[in-house]
């Protein structure tokens, strides 16, 4: 039975998300953004307080859970995806949300994560990418750029990084996106897409650890810089960015390259973004776009309508007990091969 006071639909508001917890993130952080956004999107998708459950594993954004006024489960190292299945599976009319980080979603839960994708359950996965290990005081991450100095790489990193959202349409997602923490329009939008989206939405949102990792991502989080060194992505329209809206991209065979609008090159001659394509070609090219040579991508890659795991695995349950009956538990312990013991 639920324990958390419902609250009428129409008046749910942001701080009714607010837990009685003190945040104990350091002064700065990105995961603030993230949790202020979070709780703005809550209220707006008519889903009652106590059907939201958020699941997380281990490190910074991971104590999430405790920061909201909803169920939650501050789970094992990486195995979050796995938990958060279950749940979904057990109670599908939940709101189940994983929170997780690129060393907790990408290294020890890799496996989980990308299992919980394929199978397109409907829940949203946001990851907290800072390319570094915040919690344990700087280490290198698996998204850590080659040649990183940290504590753990005194000489640079020679891992090569893992690309969250080339991983995610590798196991063929049904929902792609990415957003910056300092970007709080464009995130809480991004946000409220995944959870209104049917079936497993990943996002990757950009944060930066201003004490272990400070300024990983000024290329894009600096208003002055953002316009030449970020795309926006929009469904059906061409690929522009630039301060002056004057570059776009276009593919030269299966390549795509940066182009200067004029003499000639017009936005006809553009790519034009379609998130909703049969499938992932167009959206694994912008995962593998990265700045500098590039601007990088930052919306919906893709979105399209896929089954659903725990909807598949409820009508194949009713199917069994429509051919077989309830069943009963004492018959499944003594059918097949059975022995007494005294």
């Known amino acids: 039975m639920s324990t958390i006071p419902s609250i009428p639909l129409d008046v749910l508001k942001p701080a009714d998300f607010a837990s009685d917890q003190d945040v104990r993130w350091c002064p700065g952080c990105g995961d603030y953004s993230i949790l202020a956004q979070i709780k703005k999107v809550l209220p707006k998708l008519g889903i009652p307080r106590e059907n939201f459950v958020f699941v997380s594993g281990i490190g910074c954004s991971s104590r999430f859970p405790y920061y909201l006024n909803t169920y939650g489960f501050h789970s094992i190292h990486g195995r979050a995806p796995g938990i958060a299945t279950g749940l979904k599976i057990a109670r599908p009319e939940l709101s189940v949300w994983v929170i997780t980080g690129d060393g907790d979603g990408l290294s020890i839960g890799g496996n989980h994560l990308i299992h919980a994708i394929r199978r397109n359950l409907d829940i949203n996965i946001i990851l907290f990418n800072n390319r570094i290990y915040g919690l ?171 089954p659903r795991y725990e909807a598949l695995a409820h009508e194949q349950i009713a199917q069994a007990k429509a051919k077989a009956g309830e069943g009963k538990l004492d018959d499944l312990y003594g059918e097949g091969d059975v022995w007494t013991v005294n």
């Open 136 to 306: 344990t005081k700087g280490q290198f991450s698996p998204t850590s750029e080659l040649g990183k100095m940290t504590k753990s790489s005194p000489f640079g990193t020679i891992d090569n990084p893992i690309r969250p959202l080339t991983v995610a349409l590798g196991v063929e997602a049904s929902f792609v996106a990415r957003s910056l923490d300092v970007d709080p329009t464009h995130l809480a939008a991004t946000l409220e897409r995944a959870a209104r989206h049917k079936g497993t939405s990943f996002v990757e949102v950009y944060q930066d650890c201003n004490v272990f990792n400070h300024g990983a991502y000024d290329y894009a989080a600096d208003k002055s810089t953002r316009p030449d060194n970020v795309l926006y992505l929009e469904h059906g329209k061409p690929m522009i960015f630039g301060k002056n809206r004057d570059k776009g991209l276009r593919l030269n065979g299966l390549r795509l390259e940066v182009v200067q609008l004029g003499n000639g090159i017009t936005e006809d001659d553009l790519l034009f973004h379609d998130e909703a394509a049969p499938d992932g070609t167009l959206a694994y090219l912008l995962s593998q776009m990265r700045y500098p040579e590039f601007p990088e991508p930052m919306g919906v890659l893709r979105c399209v309508d896929k």
